[in-house]
């Protein structure tokens, strides 16, 4: 069986600071994985997707970055922390070719003060 | 432009009641429809799925959705409520199919609170 990983579960940061928030996929070669955000109350939407190692492209500009050094896992980063960062971040991944449901993990939620 | 419409925000239900949520969805071609589940704090679970066929579709907990291409509908229904259905459901569409990358198009989703 599949299982997706998150990390950290929550973070607190200041504005200015750097962030790295990852995801780990297990039982699963050649993903597609995916990045989400989520506003406090809000719908989700579409960061990031990639559908293979060292592949990213953005499907919104939010003044993040995102990269796939590995198979199985997926980073999502910024030097530089907004306040309009915060919410909840959700890594997704799907079968890739003939599967179209994606699957998420618990998410990281992220405080910027 | 593709897009998802839940037209209610809020549902209140009591236990043992039925339910459905809706969702409406614009899209020029065959639509890949989903529901999703977001307890308290936690990530999305995927409910069920609709691809083609039988209009139909059955998904975990016994929630089942019914597709309409006359009225672009997908609304999730379910027999008999219990309070712990109590959460957020959030319909989404496909228009993508192949190696570019699934994007996945989310409505703003619909709280449910089920009353003990």
């Known amino acids: 069986a599949q299982t997706i990983h998150q990390w950290p579960v929550a973070e607190i940061k200041a504005v200015g600071s750097p962030l790295s928030l990852g995801c780990t996929i297990k039982g699963k070669s050649s993903p597609n994985l995916y990045w989400y955000w989520q506003a406090t109350g809000g719908t989700l939407q579409q960061l990031f997707y990639s559908i293979t190692v060292g592949q990213v492209e953005s499907v919104v500009q939010l003044n993040l970055s995102a990269s796939r050094p590995k198979d199985d896992q997926f980073i999502l980063s910024t030097e530089k922390l907004l306040l309009s960062h915060s919410g909840f971040y959700l890594c997704a991944w799907s079968p890739g070719l003939g599967g179209l449901e994606q699957y998420f993990g618990p998410g990281t939620r992220l405080t910027v003060l | 432009a593709q897009s998802v419409t839940q037209p209610d925000a809020r549902v209140t239900v009591s236990e043992g009641a039925s339910l459905q949520l809706r969702c409406k969805y614009s899209y020029s071609a065959t639509p890949y429809l989903f529901w999703y589940v977001q307890y308290p704090r936690q990530g999305l679970q995927l409910l069920l799925k609709?691809?083609?066929?039988?209009?139909v579709v059955q998904g975990v907990n016994s929630f089942e959705a019914e597709f309409s291409k006359s009225n672009s509908s997908f609304h999730l229904q379910k027999a008999s409520v219990h309070w712990s259905d109590s959460a957020v459901y959030f319909c989404a569409l496909s228009p993508n199919y192949g190696s570019s990358g699934n994007k996945l198009i989310f409505g703003i989703g619909t709280l449910l609170s089920v009353k003990p």
């Open positions: 609709y691809y083609s066929g039988d209009p």
